[in-house]
């Protein structure tokens, strides 16, 4: 019974050695990509507020009491729409005033003109003397500029009149409303401010140091705190070439979608990309490959695993790092194209292991 006991357990040794043996021994598959020459590229990434498209603020050209206001907060309007009206009474009395010094004008312009054009005939016959034509030109010159400045007065007395009435520029919503009827308003206050619907846009701040990477009619990504859902993409339409605030040059960057969730005041992020220059000083093509390939060693240095094809090994391989964006890492030296990485468990891996490529077709599940 001892003996089959012992030869028992030599046995579930045996086996256990066999196992191990071949677990030790086993091929390892590896996720793979095949890396290409890329652009070094950077990123900055800047805050701005969204605004519309169009706005503005609207006033009456001229003074007066509100006599009515039709519009209210957050009301659409469209153009030619009548949004506010004064007191219409001097402005009626003012241009009647005009309209009756202009007829009148024109009474006193007909006389003249008559008399003049008598005198002329008087004095080829010599029955006037010069003096009195004279006169009578002077008149009919006099008169003649009378009724001119009457025009113009009764000109701008019905356009003081049309002035009275406040209407919308464009299609549009109102944002702010100022005043209520009753209320005595001068020239140039502000009765509303409006937004149209032409759409949205950024108003940023860009320092000196990237204003020059930048192109109109570049489109970029923008990003909304606030709104991490949502993710619309913009055209650089307008690059102020003046630095106001601390050395930066104001940029308009509008949406190019619409989304009912934004709002105008609300902030936005920006991302400018730009061919850069790497943290070594390196400029031009480099080799991008994902953050999950790199392998930290000693004295701040990285490797990678690259295939060996021939013996179906890893080879370990230092890299030169340059930037990181977006979880890829930008490389200047280390690497060539067309070679083969490991692109997941690279901290299980060592230098000769025999390992496959996982096929790209299917999903291995430990």
């Not at 706005?55 to 039709?70: D, P, R, Y």
């Not at 005939?121 to 009457?150: I, M, R, Y």
């Amino acid at each position: 019974m001892r003996t089959l006991s012992l030869l028992v357990i030599t046995l579930l040794i045996g086996g256990c050695n066999e196992k191990t043996t071949t677990n030790n021994t086993a091929v390892r598959p590896i996720a793979w990509t095949e890396v290409t020459l890329s652009t070094l590229e950077q990123v900055r990434v800047l805050s701005g507020i969204v605004a519309p498209v169009e706005a503005t603020k609207l006033s009456f050209e001229v003074s007066g009491k509100i006599e009515g206001i039709s519009v209210n907060l957050g009301d659409e309007v469209t153009k030619g729409q009548t949004l506010a009206f004064l007191n219409k009474r001097s402005f009626t009395l003012e241009q009647q005033s005009a309209q009756a010094k202009y007829e009148q004008a024109k009474v006193s312009l007909a006389d003249s003109k008559s008399t003049y054009a008598r005198y002329q005939q008087l004095l080829k016959q010599g029955v006037v003397s010069q003096s009195g034509f004279d006169n009578a030109k002077a008149t009919f010159e006099n008169n003649k500029s009378a009724v001119d400045v009457a025009k113009a007065q009764l000109d701008i007395t019905t356009k003081n009149l049309q002035d009275s009435i406040l209407i919308a520029p464009y299609d549009a919503i109102i944002t702010r409303r100022l005043f209520e009827p009753s209320q005595q308003i001068t020239s140039g206050q502000s009765v509303f401010e409006i937004e149209g619907k032409h759409g949205l846009e950024i108003q940023i701040m860009v320092p000196e140091t990237l204003i020059q990477e930048l192109t109109r009619d570049a489109i970029i990504p923008i990003k909304f705190p606030v709104l991490p859902q949502v993710k619309i993409s913009g055209r650089i339409s307008e690059i102020g070439t003046r630095a106001e605030s601390a050395n930066a040059f104001p940029v308009t960057v509008v949406l190019q979608g619409e989304n009912p969730l934004l709002r105008a005041g609300m902030s936005a992020e920006v991302e400018f990309m730009f061919a850069g220059k790497g943290r070594t000083g390196h400029q031009g093509p480099s080799i991008r490959i994902p953050l999950t390939a790199i392998k930290a060693g000693l004295a701040q240095k990285t490797y990678v695993y690259v295939f060996n094809s021939r013996e179906k090994i890893v080879e370990q391989r230092e890299i030169k790092t340059e930037n990181i964006l977006n979880n890829q890492v930008y490389i200047s030296a280390g690497l060539q194209p067309g070679d083969i990485i490991a692109t997941a468990g690279v901290a299980f891996l060592r230098d000769g292991q025999q390992v496959s490529l996982l096929s790209t077709q299917h999903q291995l599940f430990n």
